[in-house]
């Protein structure tokens, strides 16, 4: 959450000439609603189950930036596609630069009901092992522009 997922896909798509899909952007067209309305009408499960879904259709997409919404990894079926498909980078950022980066950006249903940073530092505490067994590289965002991130993802990705 708030790692530069939809940014930094955006610009390496551009960069590399590749098409770039975000799987969150494909569930909100699906549903005809935004995130927040479908975690409130359908429930956190149904959610998950549509990101499923379309990792599992997205699978055999080759030449493609794919930004997985931050939950994906939380079914292990989801972890294993994700390391057969492609090269997974995981975007990290401390839970400060997080907060900084959500201002007042109150539409994330997980942050929902609590101290904004108590439950960010949680759900990253509990995914951290799930995201690292998903991702081949990972990457730290805090203060770096979208240009730089790219450019170490260019790099590790040419060795």
């Known amino acids: 959450m708030s ?8 610009r390496l798509g551009e960069l590399l000439a ?6 969150d952007d494909v569930i909100e067209k699906r549903f005809g609603m935004k995130t927040s309305q479908i975690f409130a009408k359908f429930g956190q499960e149904q959610f998950r189950d549509a990101e499923s879904q379309i990792l599992r259709e997205l699978s055999e997409t080759r030449d493609t930036v794919i930004s997985c919404g931050g939950g994906i990894i939380l079914r292990p079926e989801n972890r294993r596609c994700l390391k ?14 997080v907060l ?26 509990e995914r951290k092992n799930l995201y690292r067994e998903a991702a081949d590289h990972c990457v ?10 790219c450019r170490e993802i260019i790099a590790w990705g040419e060795r």
């Open 18 to 23: 590749l098409r770039k899909i975000d799987t």
């Open 140 to 149: 730290a965002t805090d203060s770096r522009s979208i240009d730089d991130i």
């Open 3 to 10: 790692t530069g997922k939809s940014s930094v896909s955006r």
């Open 100 to 125: 900084d980066r959500l201002g007042k950006d109150h539409s994330r249903p997980l942050l929902d009901g609590g101290d904004r940073e108590e439950l960010i530092r949680r759900l990253m505490n």
């Open 84 to 97: 057969e498909c492609g090269t997974v980078f995981l975007l990290t950022a401390e839970p400060e630069t």
